[in-house]
């Protein structure tokens, strides 16, 4: 029906009275304007309830339409709701029951429904939960309160995850009784045929050909068999399982030169046989090498960085640089990586010894070019006042145990022990029983003292422990890797294995062997004292 036929019917319908009482107020208004007795506002007033009478069907039926076209998307409450595309539509705030709904309306809904509304803008939401979708995080704004219960259980579901409950903390009493009084550095090398060695060569899987001296070709293993006896006490023997219990959910890291990758090398072979076959496995992270303990979620860790501090000589593969510059403050880049770390071994020492002097970066400088030439002691001190200041400011001793390992000597001068006729280490099959006194290995003392001081004074608040392997393993000239070893990737051959005083390698060791004493005496430490397990 048209808009004026409606008006027609309109005022038919409504009699003859009506009719005559719109005109009646028409005239009235007239009247008034020409007599002027009333102001005029009072003649507008009349003139809108005339409209509002004559087309008040007309007004009632247009407030109607808007609601039939609400989309299907519309929620059962008031207020925002998406339609896709980043879209908006205001709805009314009147519930909508489903059976309410026509037919083609829901059919829509299946249809066109969104699957991301969610994340498409953050101020809106869709009528029913998608299942499929996954949102990180929750939408910060408020949300209407009349939406289902179904739809705020699973909300609430999807969001448990993610509550962070405190760890649980327990101090677990020491599982060993060996006092810190005791001096373990002091003692004697003792031969033991029946305890030693503490694993076998063919047995871990994890050594590489650097250390695997009887795969390499030497012939005798005596120097796998000698157990370090302390003058005061006893060590105990090492318990793979029981190690691995107090490793379980922590992080135990080496950090330091190839020494104490050696040392890495050495403890993975001694805590594998703990771990069962196919949950265990070594992985390469850049500057670390990682084991992984899947069983005891634990890892056995080495972290290149044979200065500590930076240096141009930081990349764990291509190294072989022979103008060491390095960074005696700058420390933050390799320090990052030792955050939440559970136990910390550092050691620094074999790489300052090929100069009498070393090359300090300037402060401020750009490139490596800018150095200056420092004396060996002065930079040793600057470079562990560094490294103890950023143990002192960022570890927490509650869970953090730290310790820094002691000089690996050398064995390169056999007239030293008694042997004129020898070339390096080679052909050495016996410790030093029998020697009184120190050894002039070519040990750089000073160096020794600065590290064991500043180990125990620089760092007030987080204690750090100085164990001492120097002591020991200068009697073990036997415990080499010789010419039993590789060199630049390959194994060294017959023509090379007769060079000795070429390729011999008296620097590294043998596995098994001397530095599975070194973990022993860590091993005996760390078990001797108590420890907090995070829950």
């Avoid at 010419?483 to 990737?489: F, K, N």
Wanted: hydrophobic share 35%; net charge positive.
């Amino acid at each position: 029906m048209s808009l004026a036929g409606r008006r027609k019917s309109s005022l038919a319908g409504a009699g003859a009275g009506a009719g005559a009482d719109a005109f009646g107020a028409k005239h009235a208004v007239t009247s008034l304007r020409k007599g002027g007795r009333l102001p005029v506002y009072v003649a507008s007033v009349f003139f809108v309830l005339c409209v509002i009478v004559m087309y008040g069907e007309d007004i009632r039926s247009l407030t109607r339409v808007p609601a039939l076209t609400v989309p299907a998307t519309t929620g059962g409450g008031g207020g925002v709701v998406g339609v896709g595309g980043g879209r908006q539509v205001v709805v009314p705030r009147r519930d909508i029951s489903a059976s309410e709904k026509p037919a083609a309306v829901l059919h829509h809904s299946d249809q066109e429904k969104p699957k991301h509304a969610v994340t498409t803008t953050t101020t809106t939401t869709t009528t029913e939960p998608e299942p499929v979708a996954v949102v990180e995080k929750p939408p910060q704004d408020k949300v209407d309160t009349t939406k289902s219960q179904k739809k705020t259980s699973s909300k609430k579901k999807a969001k448990k995850p993610r509550r962070q409950r405190a760890a649980k903390k327990t101090v677990v009493p020491p599982a060993l009784g060996v006092p810190e009084t005791c001096d373990l550095s002091k003692g004697r090398w003792v031969f033991d045929n029946t305890s030693y060695p503490l694993y076998r060569e063919e047995e871990c899987q994890f050594l590489t050909s650097q250390v695997t001296c009887m795969k390499n070709g030497r012939r005798d293993d005596t120097y796998q068999k000698w157990r370090w006896q302390p003058k005061d006490c006893s060590m105990p023997r090492f318990d793979a399982k029981l190690f691995m219990e107090r490793l379980r959910g922590k992080r135990f890291m080496f950090v330091g030169d190839s020494l104490n990758r050696n040392q890495w090398e050495s403890m993975v072979c001694l805590v594998q046989s703990a771990v069962s076959p196919g949950k265990k496995y070594v992985s390469w992270e850049g500057q670390r090498v990682v084991f992984h303990a899947w069983e005891f979620n634990a890892t056995v860790e080495f972290y290149w960085a044979p200065f500590l501090v930076e240096s141009n000589s930081d990349d764990p593969k291509i190294h072989s640089i022979q103008h060491r510059i390095i960074k005696a403050d700058t420390i933050g880049a390799h320090a990052e990586n030792w955050r939440g770390v559970d136990y910390l071994v550092f050691n620094t020492y074999i790489w300052w010894m090929n100069t009498v002097d070393m090359k300090v970066m300037r402060p401020g400088g750009k490139s490596w070019a800018e150095h200056d030439e420092v004396v060996r002691i002065e930079a040793y001190r600057k470079v562990l006042t560094t490294w103890a200041s950023w143990v002192n400011d960022n570890i927490d001793p509650a869970r953090t145990s730290v310790f820094f390992m002691s000089m690996s000597p050398l064995h390169i001068s056999p007239q030293v022990w008694g042997n004129p006729d020898g070339i390096r280490c080679a052909k050495e099959t016996m410790p030093l029983l029998d020697w009184h006194g120190p050894l002039w290995l070519g040990m750089d003392w000073d160096m020794f003292h600065q590290a064991k001081n500043v180990s125990r004074r620089a760092s007030p608040r987080v204690p750090i422990t100085f164990v001492d392997i120097t002591t020991m393993s200068e009697r073990r000239k036997d415990g080499h890797t010789s010419v039993h070893t590789i060199r630049q990737g390959k194994v060294l051959g017959p023509e090379e294995q007769a060079d000795p005083g070429t390729y011999a390698d008296c620097i590294h060791w043998c596995l098994p062997g001397v530095p599975d004493i070194w973990n022993l005496v860590l091993y005996t430490r760390i078990l001797s004292r108590p420890a907090l397990q995070l829950e």
